[in-house]
């Protein structure tokens, strides 16, 4: 997605300020664009650890934090780095992921109308009479 003359695609990283200054640092998981073209991205939030520097980002010393349901207009966000949409993964995170893939056991049924064979006109004739009855 193009966004004030820069290319955002997912797994991006961006920061973000707060008010008082403070910057945080988040991963890209999917885009928004509404009905007046305003542009907005679903983040997930990167956690530093002890060998995080303040001054300088460098990818290898976080890791993945919670993820936000509500998307953030890119207008709040700064471009950081490209990054593999996979880079953080990690089977071990303190904190759950939504899987990509579906699980199976999924059931599958049709909802609808469903086509039955009908050998001939006398036998649709006495179908709807018995139904004609039953609802009397």
Not at 64 to 90: Q, T, W
Not at 96 to 114: A, N, V, Y
Request: some cysteine; hydrophobic content about 30%; overall charge negative.
């Amino acid at each position: 997605m193009f966004f004030r003359g820069q290319y955002y695609q997912i797994g991006d990283i961006v920061s973000v300020e707060d008010v008082n200054g403070g910057t945080y640092f988040a991963q890209i998981r999917g885009f928004l664009q509404d009905q007046y073209c305003e542009k907005s991205a679903v983040i997930t939030w990167l956690l530093p650890s002890e060998a995080s520097r303040e001054d300088v980002f460098e990818p290898c010393t976080y890791f993945l934090g919670p993820e936000e349901d509500i998307p953030r207009k890119l207008e709040c966000m700064n471009f950081v780095c490209h990054a593999p949409s996979d880079y953080y993964k990690d089977r071990y995170s303190p904190y759950p992921t939504l899987l990509s893939r579906p699980e199976s056991g999924f059931i599958w049924t049709r909802i609808g109308p469903q086509m039955t064979k009908i050998s001939n006109k006398d036998q649709i004739l006495k179908e709807s009479e018995l139904s004609d009855s039953n609802d009397n």
